[in-house]
């Protein structure tokens, strides 16, 4: 199947869920789709990781044995859509020990720069909090850094640190 030329137009939300159930049946496609996430420019790149997302979250499985070339690939990434998804993804698995630094690293740099969305922000938030519950030592780092782009955010991104805070509050 040539992704490329197929998500060059927007797909409709029935055409999202027919490719999200035929690339869950076919590890090879999801991996050129992940490619093409990770690799492609916009608008395609994101279109691509949006439903690369949609099959991990249907089918847990077939991202399983690309977490570490995920984690490895982000920080190269020039399509945020994608990354907003990526991080998305990555929020539900468990990240192998030795990727941990390299992504709480990207995550706190996402978290602190303007460059960054909200919807990205949140879920690089998100993964390191996840962190914080294998490693409290990053709690106090987290809940400041949260507290520091409070002011500078949407009103979304303060809820989710609010309860991110309170959570950790007790930790």
Partial sequence: MNFGSLLETFPSRIEVDLLINEIGASREQFN???????DGKDPVAWRAAWIVDGVAEKHPEMADSYITS???????????????SMLRLLCRYEIPE??????????????????????????????IYNHVLLYPELKEELITV???QMNNNSVGFSSRARRLIRQMEKL
């Fill in 70 to 84: 995920i984690v490895r690939r982000l920080p190269g990434l020039k399509s945020k859509g994608a990354l907003r």
């Fill in 98 to 127: 030795e990727e941990q630094g390299i992504l709480i690293d990207l995550c706190f740099g996402i978290l602190v720069s303007e460059l960054y969305p909200v919807a990205v922000k949140v879920h690089a938030m998100q993964i």
């Fill in 146 to 148: 949260i507290e520091d």
């Fill in 32 to 38: 050129s789709l992940l490619d093409l996430a990770l």
